[in-house]
């Protein structure tokens, strides 16, 4: 009924349901029904009203990403918002994960906001992020301890492809530190095939900041002073 009151009505009408649905965002989000007219709200927006009404939008997502995040149906909800704004318009939710990013990693549909804020963050809010999860628990200044949140996500269901997304988006250096983060874990796994998973992971990775570092060398055979042959 309200998609199509959405669809219909035009001017004050559509704006009183458009108020309406932002002020009762969160529990909108977190069924499917409403999952639905947030999808065709933001479809159906005229540019007035997406200026209008985006803040609001964001700053209601950001507000209560952690719980959405957790939400079977609230997690789509932050990466529909993700999707459908500007990159500097949606940093607000990006930001709102920073120090929680571990623990979102671990559970299924948290884990997939987390892989999208990586995917649509800045290079600058996006190394803050990943640096979260080769810094966790590093003021403990115990080794086992350091990489105790590491281990831990490597070996869930969920967290294991957060890791791997970030060393995919990571920067060269900070890819070659997760990297190694890893592989210092690595040996604390007791299950040879996911050992064995990690290894290649490591492996491809390490064939990738090579071939960076090719490709960031200075072409010598363009050179003025390259020797002739």
Known sequence: ????AILLFHGKNKELIIQEVIGDLVSTCSNANGLHVIKKLLSLCTLQEYEKYQPQIVSKMAANCIELAQ???GNYGLQISLDSYPQERTVAIIESIK????HLSITKYSSNVVERCFEKADPKLRAELINELIQADSLIGNFLSSIYFVIALMKNNFGNYVIQKALQLADPAMKEELALKIQESVPFLSNKKLKSNWNHIIDQCASNIAAMSLNNLPNLAGSPNAEEH
């Open 1 to 4: 009924m309200i998609q199509k």
């Open 71 to 73: 939400n079977p149906y």
């Open 99 to 102: 120090g929680k990013i571990v």
